[in-house]
Structure formats: C-alpha cells, structure tokens
C-alpha cells in the first residue's frame, strides 16, 4: 500500500485514540467488524473516501483533516489555484485533489477526481456514506452505478444523486476521467 495510505491510517487511528474510543466503536460507525477497521487502521488496507465522510461527520472533524492532514484555517474564502490542491491517492485507480481543504467549516467537500482505468472483469466497488452528492465529468466516459442502475456519463454531463445508495464508478474506453465530486 502507498504511503499516502498510511498517513490516513495514522490519522485515522490518532482521531480514535485523540477521542479515546475503542476499536469497537469506530468499527461499528464505520459499518465493519473490529478485525475489518483495525486493518483499515494498519495502512494495508485501502480506506475509502465514504467511510471517511462517515467518520468525519459522526465526530464532526474536517473530512480533509482526515485525509490530507491539513486543518483548514480560512473562513472568508480559499481560493485553489489550477493543477494545486492537496491530494491523495488511494490507489492507483483513484486521486483526490480537494478544491477546498483550507477553509474551515465547509458545508460541502468538493474535489477534483481522477479515475484510471482497470479491467473490463473487474467489479465496480461500491461504497456509501451520508448526505448527497454531485458530479460533473470533465474529461473522458465515465460508468457510475448506482443503487444497481448503471450510468454512463460523457464529458460535459452531471448527475446529483443520494450518496446513501450504494454507488461506484469505472472509467471507461481505456480512458483516463476526470470529474468534480462535490459531496454534501
């Protein structure tokens, strides 16, 4: 696993320990068994973004805090120059560039998404976590399940939809994508 990875694993396990919770309990906000969320807390294992919004809003920490290490500090604007922002690359298929990780007490956590492509036979992974979420494909084809409806989206489309419902997405045509995520 990347060491991006392990950072969030660190800060993930740092949050818990800063809250003096135990395993048990954020494994049962996180939706896994102990044995499950203390592999997600050693950095072997790939922490989804939906599991971190989860964590984030049930303890009411930055979602970005979690995932890029960074307190936000602005509350009047932040403004995210072309090509900057942080990032994290969960894996190689997927990279989050958060468009607004510096200003504090966001109502919404948009970021810039890159999704690589994988194999034609490889499942789409599926994941939740609460509120809603809006999408708009900037560059490339883009398969986005949800709820068991399979979408395809081409540059220029959007789609807002509840991100309660089990949803996941491939890049499509052997293809880069790239879209705005804007989570709510």
């Not at 984030?56 to 307190?71: D, P, S």
């Given at each position: 696993?990347?060491?991006?990875?392990?950072?969030?694993?660190?800060?993930?396990?740092?949050?818990?320990?800063?809250?003096?919770?135990?395993?048990?309990?954020?494994?049962?906000?996180?939706?896994?068994?102990?044995?499950?969320?203390?592999?997600?807390?050693?950095?072997?294992?790939?922490?989804?973004?939906?599991?971190?919004?989860?964590?984030?809003?049930?303890?009411?920490?930055?979602?970005?805090?979690?995932?890029?290490?960074?307190?936000?500090?602005?509350?009047?604007?932040?403004?995210?120059?072309?090509?900057?922002?942080?990032?994290?690359?969960?894996?190689?298929?997927?990279?989050?560039?958060?468009?607004?990780?510096?200003?504090?007490?966001?109502?919404?956590?948009?970021?810039?998404?890159?999704?690589?492509?994988?194999?034609?036979?490889?499942?789409?992974?599926?994941?939740t976590h609460a509120g809603q979420e809006f999408n708009?494909?900037?560059?490339?084809?883009?398969?986005?399940?949800i709820n068991g409806k399979d979408l395809i989206l081409?540059?220029?489309?959007?789609?807002?939809?509840?991100?309660?419902?089990?949803?996941?997405?491939?890049?499509l045509d052997g293809q880069i994508v790239r879209f705005?995520?804007?989570?709510?």
């Amino acid at each position: 696993m990347n060491e991006q990875i392990k950072q969030v694993a660190e800060r993930l396990r740092g949050l818990r320990d800063a809250l003096e919770i135990t395993a048990e309990e954020m494994a049962e906000t996180c939706d896994l068994t102990t044995d499950a969320y203390l592999a997600l807390e050693s950095g072997t294992v790939d922490i989804s973004v939906s599991l971190l919004h989860r964590v984030a809003h049930k303890y009411n920490v930055e979602l970005t805090a979690l995932m890029f290490g960074n307190e936000p500090t602005m509350n009047s604007y932040f403004v995210t120059r072309r090509g900057k922002g942080v990032s994290v690359e969960r894996t190689h298929a997927y990279k989050y560039r958060s468009l607004a990780a510096g200003f504090a007490r966001r109502k919404a956590d948009p970021f810039m998404v890159t999704v690589h492509p994988k194999p034609d036979d490889e499942p789409i992974y599926l994941n939740t976590h609460a509120g809603q979420e809006f999408n708009y494909v900037v560059s490339g084809r883009l398969l986005l399940c949800i709820n068991g409806k399979d979408l395809i989206l081409e540059e220029g489309d959007s789609i807002y939809f509840n991100s309660e419902l089990p949803h996941g997405m491939k890049a499509l045509d052997g293809q880069i994508v790239r879209f705005l995520a804007i989570i709510l």
